[in-house]
């Protein structure tokens, strides 16, 4: 009886404390947007970097035809994510991961439980990136240099664009070239002759083997050089079905040789 009486107090203090009102429920998340920046590990920025955002629902991942966001960082290193129609599901986290440029580059992986989003159906924060160690930028010299892109259904990193820069003479620039994807290769065989003049370096680069199975015949590529020699984005003047996405490509230099033979 004591027992009895002791609860039925407590319960009356709790409802007496609440305003005698029912708990409000938070509305469930139904979008994330995520922005920031993607800092190599002395705090600067990495530009050309691929920030990627990923969703998960509590017990089972998304639906596998909906994959994971991108985009790729700005000179700044800023970038934005985001994803929508989860709602009626729970959101149990999110990650946001960095990419360095380059086939090689780090990766990294912050992951935000979904108790810790902001409240309201759509969730927006900020969270900066940290990723490294980062490879240099490349310059026109000898040496091999390699890009990843991003394919809409495949996402970062299914296939990547790599120089082997063989020869330079005063503007002209001369080497091999190679484009890997999850699915088939074109080259390694190929050949570019480029030229580079008033801070661009300007590529042509052809497959010295057609293969029955490839449509890709030519690609030309625009790459800003700055005035310390370094490569910006590339940006594609034109593809004739070499690449599954005609975006820019940020390139790195590579340290271990390995793409061609």
Same mark, same amino acid.
């Given at each position: 009886?004591?027992?009895?009486?002791?609860? @039925? /107090?407590? !319960?009356?203090?709790?409802?007496?404390?609440?305003?005698?009102?029912?708990?409000?429920?938070?509305?469930?998340?139904?979008? !994330?947007? #995520?922005?920031?920046?993607?800092?190599d590990?002395?705090?600067?920025? !990495?530009?050309?970097?691929?920030? /990627?955002?990923?969703?998960?629902?509590?017990?089972?991942?998304?639906?596998?035809a909906?994959?994971?966001?991108h985009?790729?960082?700005?000179?700044?290193?800023?970038?934005? /994510?985001?994803?929508? @129609?989860?709602?009626?599901a %729970?959101?149990?986290?999110?990650?946001?991961?960095?990419?360095?440029?380059?086939?090689?580059?780090?990766?990294?992986?912050? /992951? *935000?439980?979904?108790?810790?989003?902001?409240?309201?159906?759509?969730?927006?924060?900020?969270?900066?990136?940290?990723?490294?160690p980062?490879?240099?930028? +490349?310059?026109?010299?000898?040496?091999?240099?390699?890009?990843?892109? =991003?394919?809409?259904?495949w996402?970062?990193?299914?296939?990547?664009? #790599?120089?082997? *820069?063989?020869?330079?003479?005063?503007?002209?620039?001369?080497?091999?070239?190679?484009?890997?994807?999850?699915?088939?290769?074109?080259?390694p065989?190929?050949?570019?002759?480029?030229?580079?003049?008033?801070? *661009?370096?300007?590529l042509?680069?052809?497959?010295?083997?057609?293969? +029955?199975?490839?449509?890709?015949?030519?690609?030309?590529?625009?790459?800003?050089?700055?005035?310390?020699?370094?490569?910006?984005?590339?940006? %594609?003047? =034109?593809?004739?079905?070499?690449?599954?996405? +005609?975006?820019?490509?940020?390139? =790195?230099?590579?340290a271990? +040789?390995?793409?061609f033979?």
């Open positions: 009886m004591r027992v009895s009486m002791v609860a @039925g /107090v407590l !319960v009356a203090a709790a409802a007496l404390a609440c305003g005698d009102s029912p708990t409000q429920e938070l509305e469930p998340v139904t979008s !994330v947007r #995520a922005e920031g920046r993607v800092l590990l002395a705090g600067a920025p !990495v530009p050309g970097a691929f920030a /990627v955002l990923h969703v998960w629902l509590s017990g089972k991942n998304l639906d596998p909906r994959q994971p966001t985009d790729g960082a700005g000179p700044d290193g800023a970038f934005t /994510v985001g994803a929508d @129609g989860f709602a009626g %729970v959101l149990d986290s999110i990650g946001l991961e960095a990419v360095a440029p380059g086939c090689r580059g780090p990766r990294s992986m912050k /992951v *935000i439980r979904g108790d810790e989003l902001p409240e309201g159906p759509e969730a927006s924060l900020t969270e900066d990136l940290m990723v490294g980062v490879a240099a930028a +490349p310059t026109t010299g000898l040496g091999e240099v390699c890009a990843i892109g =991003a394919e809409p259904f996402g970062v990193g299914s296939y990547s664009l #790599a120089l082997s *820069i063989d020869a330079t003479d005063g503007g002209l620039v001369e080497g091999r070239w190679t484009v890997g994807y999850q699915r088939t290769t074109v080259g065989d190929g050949t570019f002759a480029g030229v580079q003049s008033g801070g *661009i370096l300007a042509l680069l052809t497959p010295a083997t057609a293969y +029955p199975w490839e449509d890709c015949s030519e690609l030309r590529l625009a790459i800003p050089v700055s005035a310390a020699g370094a490569w910006g984005r590339a940006e %594609v003047m =034109a593809d004739d079905g070499c690449l599954p996405l +005609p975006e820019g490509l940020t390139f =790195a230099t590579q271990e +040789p390995g793409y033979p």
